[in-house]
């Protein structure tokens, strides 16, 4: 103890020390240490939790920009596909126009020629018609010249039945 002395220690005031550190080590283990160290081991779960989270939200992601990748993929096709089918439909009504038309041409020129066959068989009529009153007219100033009026009544009327019968 003497040594102690020497030095300039009190060793009450070293005892006294001594229980102050232990009393104060003692509070601040139990009503701060393990508070602190709660509080640590919470903020700790938190981050773990948080990359946790962080690492689920990437793999989350890749998987939804993948579902993208393959769902624009599938537009892709189908705007293609729809394109194409377009082009197949717009070629289809194309050709049945074509066909439209030339079957309507068809019906025109066929018409066309049914139409002036009638006007052809209309014309030969009236032409008859107009032979017929020039023979007739011809036959009546010769006839004068050789035969009597009821000669030539008769001769004409001979003559008008016979061109009734070719008409």
Not at 45 to 55: C, D
Request: hydrophobic share 45%; net charge positive; charged share 35%.
């Amino acid at each position: 103890m003497e040594i102690i002395e020497n030095f300039g220690v009190n060793p009450v005031l070293l005892a006294a020390q001594i229980v102050n550190f232990l009393v104060i080590l003692f509070l601040l283990k139990k009503f701060l240490y393990k508070p602190i160290l709660d509080l640590l081991k919470k903020r700790e779960t938190a981050i773990k939790e948080g990359l946790k989270q962080a690492e689920e939200a990437r793999v989350k992601l890749e998987k939804v920009v993948a579902q993208e990748k393959e769902i624009l993929k599938n537009a892709q096709l189908a705007s293609k596909k729809i394109i194409e089918d377009a082009r197949n439909e717009a070629r289809e009504i194309a050709k049945q126009m074509g066909e439209n038309t030339r079957k309507q041409t068809e019906k025109m020129v066929n018409d066309a020629k049914e139409q002036i066959a009638r006007e052809s068989i209309d014309t030969e009529k009236r032409l008859a018609v107009s032979v017929s009153k020039l023979a007739i007219n011809f036959l009546e100033k010769t006839l004068k010249d050789f035969f009597s009026e009821k000669e030539q009544k008769e001769v004409l009327s001979k003559a008008l039945k016979k061109l009734d019968k070719t008409k």
